[in-house]
């Protein structure tokens, strides 16, 4: 069948690139939009205008120097998804994310899960579990350490931690109670087995896990189960479910603002990295990066990055006052983004603020 003349929309958007010094075709053009990464053509340009819309410009640039037929774009893609918030992006994204959190599962082989409380079932996901951490060998990596020593080796030396707050550790029996806790949730790993894998992992640090059997203990006590009441203990099919059932809209919202958050922090690592450490102190302050920075807003590239985005996605989804902070965490990243390079005195200022407002932050639990 022959091939049908480009259109003047695709053109257009072919001689901007090409403005750039970047090559791009219309065979492209059209591949991007068959994977939802460009919308409709009458969306691309300005009002009454021949001129290709700045923020499609931007995103075409993007695809033309980093798509390639065959390879994923990884989590940008979802962001592209999120920013456009049609039926058929919603649909791509809920399709990406629900994939991405059930991976686990398909390269352990794992096809279906027993529900229920029957000890038959219990065995089961408990044997599944095992396919899931088959290297009981693996070594011990203290991950905060390890962000630490490189930022330490770009120049930049982050605030202490406190002596509260345990590390984010590496170890085969965290990892084994990960996988009980993601395929049964709770009901199948208690309080005290997560706490006795603590003990495995962190010896060396019994004050704080003792201070976290006591906050458990008095919840107990006051008739809450802290780990079931948590998002991460309802396991896996709670959140596809969460994932599967949200609407159009809010499942867009989560994704752009968990994937603009990992974006808007590269960009102020990198300018720290770059001459300007005072952003990744000021970041540092607050409890969010505790809470979601190093806890997988610093993504990884291939599938761990866009598991990290789908795992912190379903968190917004299901935890409405993590979903505030990180809101917030992003309202305070962009001001900083804004900031010209060198803009010490406003840098100053801006350190002054954060203090006072990281401060009132990290005080809540």
């Not at 102020?268 to 990295?273: D, F, G, I, P, T």
Request: net charge neutral; proline share 6%.
């Amino acid at each position: 069948m022959p091939r049908t003349k480009p259109s003047r929309a695709h053109l257009a958007l072919v001689q901007a690139i090409a403005e750039y010094g970047i090559t791009a075709t219309v065979t492209q053009v059209e591949r991007w939009q068959q994977q939802g990464l460009m919308p409709k053509t009458s969306t691309w340009f300005e009002c009454s205008s021949s001129r290709v819309d700045p923020e499609y410009l931007r995103r075409a640039l993007y695809l033309a120097q980093t798509a390639r037929a065959g390879r994923s774009i990884g989590w940008v893609g979802w962001l592209f998804w999120a920013i456009d918030d049609t039926p058929a992006s919603a649909r791509r994204l809920r399709t990406a994310v629900v994939a991405s959190l059930k991976r686990p599962l398909k390269r352990a082989g794992i096809t279906e899960l027993p529900a229920g409380t029957s000890d038959r079932a219990f065995q089961a996901r408990r044997d599944a579990a095992a396919r899931m951490t088959p290297n009981r060998r693996a070594s011990r990596r203290d991950l905060d350490q390890m962000l630490r020593d490189r930022f330490t080796e770009a120049g930049i030396t982050l605030p202490p931690e406190s002596p509260d707050t345990l590390p984010n550790v590496h170890h085969w029996a965290l990892v084994e109670s990960g996988a009980r806790l993601l395929l049964g949730g709770a009901e199948d790993l208690g309080t005290e087995d997560l706490l006795e894998a603590l003990e495995q992992a962190m010896p060396e640090h019994t004050g704080a896990i003792e201070r976290l059997r006591e906050v458990h203990r008095q919840g107990e006590l006051a008739g809450v189960d802290l780990m079931a009441e948590s998002p991460w203990g309802r396991g896996i099919a709670a959140m596809v479910r969460t994932v599967a059932t949200a609407g159009d809209r809010e499942l867009c919202h989560a994704v752009h603002t968990c994937a603009r958050a990992v974006s808007v922090l590269q960009s102020l690592l990198q300018r720290a990295a770059q001459g300007e450490p005072e952003f990744a102190v000021l970041l540092a302050l607050d409890a969010m990066w505790r809470r979601w920075a190093t806890d997988g807003g610093i993504v990884p590239e291939g599938a761990p990055g866009l598991a990290a985005i789908a795992l912190h996605t379903y968190q917004y989804l299901a935890d409405p006052d993590w979903a505030a902070e990180l809101d917030r965490y992003l309202g305070i990243m962009l001001i900083l983004y804004v900031l010209p390079p060198d803009s010490s005195e406003d840098s100053c200022h801006v350190t002054a603020e954060w203090a006072r407002f990281a401060g009132h932050a990290s005080a809540k639990p």
